[in-house]
C-alpha cells in the first residue's frame, strides 16, 4: 500500500487537560484513506439494528458510548462535522443558513489540498442544490433525501435510485474501485444516509420486523409542570414513540447491508487495514420523552449519537467513554493523515490523550425547525450535571433548567422551577457560548 512518510503533526484543537490515555497503538507509516459515515436522526442505542456493522466497526475498532453532538438539529450539526468548530464559529445556526459556511475552513478542503482524491454521496445539507458539485470535493453523487426513487446527481448525470440507502452503499464501492486505480493516492469519501430520518420507508424484506419497546421513565412522565412553557406545549405519546422507532429501526437494517457491502469492497481492494472509518450520527431523536417530538431541544436523546472509528493495527479495540463530540471529527481526522488544520478547530483528536470536562451543546430558534422552539443554550457534564437557559429573540433568558444527572439521568425534575439561579454556571456557560479553540470545554 501507500508508504509516504507522515509528517509530524500537533493538532491546534483543542482544549486537552491532564493526559489520559492514547489510543493509537503505533506511529503508521503512510497517510490513511477516510470514509465517513454519517447517519440522518439516529440516537445511541439503535445500532443493535446494525449487527454486520458493529461485527466490523464495534468489535474491531473503537466506541465512543457518550458521544454527543453540539446542536440538535440537522445542518448546523452537519457543518460542525465537517469543520469541527461551534455553530457559534462556523456561523450555520439554521438549516438556511449554509451559505455562511466556509468551505475553505473545512475537513474536505484540508484533506484535498493535501493531495485526497474527494467524493460526496448521499445527502450533504438541506437544500444544497444537488447538481453543483460541491467545493474541494472532485466526485459527487448527492440526493435531496428519500428512499424509493430519490433522486441523485452523480457526477452531474441525473439518475433515479430504487433504493437511496443501496444505491449510497454501491455508490461508494464504485467510487472506491476508481480511487484504488492510482494506490499512491489516498482518498476521502464522505457518505450521508437519509436513513433512518422521517418518512421512513423500509425496504419490503424489512417492512415486517418487529421491535418492541417498552418506553421509559422519560416517555412515561406525567407531570411537566416544571419543564419550560414551550415544553408543555408538545403532547406527543409513548405510543408514538414506539412506532416511530420501530420505523427507524427498520431502515437502519439497510444501512447495516450497505456498510456490509462496502467492508466488502474494501476488503477485496485490499484497503481495509489503510482506511479510517468512522460512523455516527448528526442528532439524535426524541421518542416521546417530555412529551416531545422531532429533536431541536435540550434533552440527551435528542444529542446522544452512536460514534465509532476503525483503523486496524492503529486504533486498538473496545471502549472509550470520555465525553465525545461531532466537533471532534475533523481535529481527529486530520491528526491521523499527519496534518495541521489551516484553521482553528474547536474540538479534539479523539485518538490522542485527553478529557473533555464538559460539552457546550446550542441551538438558535429556526422557522424551518418550527417557530415553537426557542434559542436555548446549555452545559453539560454527563453524568453529572446539565444547565440550560432558554432565551427570547433578543437573547434574554426567559426559562432556567438544571438538572442533578447523577440521581436523575432522565431529566425529570428540574431543580430550578422556583426561578432560583446558578451564577456560576450562567457565567461559565456565558463564556462558552463564545469561546473559539483551547477556550472551549
Known amino acids: 500500500m501507500r508508504v509516504a512518510a507522515w509528517a509530524v503533526a500537533v493538532v491546534a484543537a483543542a482544549g486537552l487537560v491532564a493526559p489520559a490515555h492514547d489510543v493509537r497503538a503505533a506511529a503508521p507509516t503512510g497517510r490513511p484513506n477516510v470514509l465517513l459515515l454519517l447517519m440522518d436522526d439516529a440516537r445511541t442505542g439503535q445500532t443493535f439494528a446494525m449487527p454486520k456493522a458493529l461485527a466490523w466497526l464495534r468489535d474491531h475498532g ?3 458510548p457518550n458521544a454527543m453532538v453540539s446542536t440538535p438539529s440537522c445542518c448546523p450539526s452537519r457543518a460542525t462535522i465537517l469543520s469541527g468548530r461551534y455553530a457559534h464559529n462556523h456561523g450555520v445556526t439554521q438549516q438556511g443558513a449554509v451559505g455562511r459556511f466556509d468551505r475553505n475552513r473545512s475537513l474536505q478542503h484540508e484533506l484535498h489540498t493535501a493531495g485526497y482524491r474527494t467524493a460526496a454521496v ?15 470535493f472532485d466526485d459527487w453523487a448527492l440526493t435531496g433525501g428519500g428512499y424509493t426513487g ?11 435510485a430504487p433504493y437511496a440507502t443501496t444505491f449510497i452503499g454501491d455508490q461508494v464501492g464504485r467510487y472506491v474501485d476508481r480511487y484504488e486505480r492510482d494506490d499512491r493516492q489516498p482518498w476521502f469519501i464522505y457518505a ?34 416544571d419543564k419550560p412553557a414551550y415544553v408543555r406545549r408538545f403532547n406527543r405519546t409513548q405510543e408514538e414513540g414506539v412506532l416511530e422507532r420501530q420505523a427507524m429501526l427498520r431502515t437502519l437494517r439497510s444501512v447495516d447491508d450497505a456498510l456490509e457491502s462496502i467492508r466488502r469492497r474494501l476488503k477485496a481492494d485490499g484497503e481495509l487495514d489503510d482506511t479510517l472509518v468512522i460512523l455516527l450520527s448528526d442528532n439524535g431523536k426524541l421518542f416521546g420523552e417530555h ?8 434533552y440527551l436523546q435528542a444529542e446522544r449519537v452512536p ?15 470520555r465525553l465525545a463530540a461531532n466537533l471532534d471529527i475533523t481535529p ?17 483528536d479523539l485518538l490522542a490523550p485527553g478529557d473533555r470536562r464538559a460539552l457546550l451543546t446550542e441551538y438558535w430558534r429556526d422557522p424551518a425547525n418550527g417557530a415553537g422552539i426557542p434559542s436555548w443554550a446549555s452545559t453539560v457534564v454527563p453524568g453529572r450535571y446539565r444547565y440550560t437557559e432558554i432565551y427570547d429573540d433578543a437573547f434574554t433568558v426567559t426559562d432556567r433548567e438544571y438538572y442533578d444527572l447523577a440521581r436523575d439521568p432522565w431529566q ?8 432560583s439561579t446558578r451564577p456560576a454556571l450562567a457565567a461559565a456557560l456565558a463564556r462558552q457560548r463564545t469561546c473559539a479553540g483551547r477556550d472551549c470545554p
Do not use: C
Not at 194 to 203: K, L, Y
Not at 412 to 419: A, F, H, I, M, V
Open 62 to 64: 473503537r466506541e465512543y
Open 122 to 136: 448521499g445527502k450533504l445539507f438541506n437544500a444544497w442544490d444537488i447538481a453543483r458539485r460541491p467545493p474541494h
Open 150 to 160: 430519490a433522486d441523485f446527481v452523480v457526477d452531474g448525470l441525473e439518475t433515479r
Open 192 to 225: 450521508g444516509f437519509t436513513a433512518p430520518h422521517a418518512p421512513q420507508v423500509p425496504e419490503p424484506r424489512y417492512a415486517g420486523v418487529s421491535y418492541p419497546w417498552d418506553g421509559n421513565p422519560a416517555t412515561r412522565e406525567t407531570d411537566r409542570g
Open 291 to 298: 412529551g416531545l417530538p422531532e429533536k431541536f431541544m435540550p
Open 307 to 321: 460514534l465509532l472509528i476503525s483503523w486496524p493495527g492503529h486504533i486498538p479495540a473496545g471502549s472509550d467513554r
Open 332 to 348: 481527529t481526522v486530520l491528526a491521523a493523515a499527519g496534518l495541521t488544520p489551516s484553521f482553528q478547530v474547536d474540538g479534539r
Open 412 to 419: 425529570l425534575t428540574n431543580l430550578l422551577q422556583d426561578g
